[in-house]
């Protein structure tokens, strides 16, 4: 066999992570009538473990990593004065596929960078972690009509490769997934395109030309992908006809007139720490949350520099439920970027090189990951399902309770309450861009 490092190409893996946060203007497609992905399905013959037996400090401690990991890439990311959103959740899931195949110092970096804890563990506190996530979707604990949670892994494998059965049987297990086989070497653009397709289905139209051109090519071995779908109505609404111009305070002191939410006039969970406010949105239903960072003006930097699972925990031992009549801005955000250059600087290296030991996948050839893209869409406004804004009108007394405006540049993550799975992260310094 020709030696790893002599060759002058090398089979390729692309990691795809996608997601999609959505206001509730539109009625989900049934889950039976969105297209199979492409090519012939391999699959291991073992079932996913509907209730994987995992200690709870497991699963605390994946929720931990998730998060800590958000953080870092979250500083790894932003941009002075730009807006920023995704999901650290969706990313996890698609590495962690990768991450069933990955050995020695490649195992090790994957773990450092994304803080996954060791794979015995890892893979069925995510599935633990996962199950539990729609479980709550699908059974909330409150009124109203409960948020659509769809997460959706797939993977396209080359025709005529052998994968290795435990590497298949763990993503069977822990992930309900398995292998989709195609022919790259003859098919690598129509195998894009019709991959491309597949998840604008799979994401309401909102996630459009994931890989890009070039992206897979004849030595394309493997594409995995997750998708992470999300569609939530506000517990308490906001009002349409509340909808005003209002200023908005920028970090460099200027203002800009931003379409500013009124009239979500209910409880909330909210407190004040060391230079920051807190209020947590409920969604109907109550199991998932938006939770605001609010820093004091001109503390944004020193507050943003805390992010952590830790300081998310100080954050929620504040909140106390009160009444409030809150203002918040609209906004829409759309992120696109490589996974590899932040990756790279979080210490993961070796996977993108022919350093790369992915052995646990096949040992018929080696293989390196040569891409990794990342797509996300968020947008909220005052919009909620008709059961849901029908349900959250609030009674009250007369007389207008404390108000909370949401004019500075601020923190929001989507998370589980229960859990505190932290789903979706971002920040919002320019509404208006």
């Known amino acids: 066999m020709t030696a790893r490092h002599s060759w002058n190409w090398s089979p390729r893996i692309l990691t795809a992570a996608l997601l999609l946060l959505a ?11 969105l297209p199979e992905p492409p090519g012939e399905l391999v ?15 497991d699963v605390a401690a994946v929720v931990a990593g998730n998060t ?3 953080a ?3 500083r790894q990311s932003t941009r002075p004065g730009e807006n920023f959103f995704f999901s650290p959740y969706s990313i996890t899931q698609a590495f962690a596929m990768t991450y069933a195949g990955a050995r020695g110092n490649t195992e090790a970096q994957m773990a450092q960078a994304l803080r996954f804890v060791s794979q015995d563990r890892f893979h069925p506190a995510l599935n633990a972690l996962d199950l539990a996530l729609q479980d709550r979707a699908e059974h909330p604990k409150g009124k109203g009509a409960p948020p659509t949670l769809r997460v959706v892994n797939a993977l396209w494998g080359q025709k005529g490769r052998t994968f290795e059965p435990a590497f298949l049987d763990t993503l069977a297990v822990n ?5 989709r086989v195609v022919d790259f070497s003859t098919e690598s653009e129509s195998i894009r395109s019709r991959i491309n397709d597949w998840v604008k289905e799979r994401t309401e139209g909102r996630i459009q030309g994931l890989l890009p051109e070039g992206s897979v090519r004849p030595d394309t ?6 998708a992470l779908y999300f569609k939530g109505a506000w517990a308490v609404p906001f009002n349409d006809s509340g909808t005003h111009g209002a200023p908005f305070r920028r970090l460099d002191g200027s203002e800009q007139q931003v379409q500013m939410m009124a009239g979500a006039d209910g409880f909330f969970p909210y407190g004040k720490g060391d230079g920051y406010e807190a209020v947590a949105l409920p969604y109907a239903g109550q199991s998932f949350r938006m939770l605001l960072v609010i820093p004091d003006s001109g503390r ?28 918040m801005p609209k906004f829409r955000v759309e992120t696109e970027f490589s996974l590899v250059e932040r990756l790279n600087a979080l210490g993961l290296v070796d996977a993108f090189t022919d350093a790369a030991d992915l052995s646990g996948m096949t040992k018929e050839e080696a293989l390196l990951i040569t891409a990794a893209q990342h797509k996300a869409f ?19 007394p007369a007389s207008m309770p404390p108000e909370l405006v949401v004019d500075r540049p601020f923190l929001f993550l989507i998370e589980d309450v229960d859990t505190q799975a932290v789903l979706f992260l971002g920040r919002i310094v320019n509404p208006g861009s």
């Not at 206001?23 to 889950?31: L, M, R």
């Not at 699959?43 to 400090?57: G, I, W």
């Not at 992930?175 to 292998?179: F, H, K, N, V």
Request: charged share 25%.
């Open 221 to 226: 071995r493997l594409v995995m992908a997750n």
């Open 300 to 327: 944004f930097t020193e507050v943003e520099s805390r992010l952590s699972a830790s300081f998310l925990s100080e954050v929620r031992s504040k909140l106390e439920t009160d009444r409030l009549f809150l203002q």
């Open 23 to 33: 206001g509730c203007a539109s009625e989900d497609k049934d889950e039976q009538s």
């Open 43 to 57: 699959a291991s013959d073992k079932q996913r473990a509907p209730s994987p037996n995992v200690p709870a400090e």
């Open 72 to 74: 870092a890439l979250y």
């Open 175 to 179: 992930y309900g997934a398995g292998m």
């Open 378 to 396: 968020v947008a909220v406004d005052e919009k909620g399902t008709e059961a849901a804004a029908a349900t959250a009108v609030v009674s009250g």
């Open 68 to 70: 800590d990991f958000g």
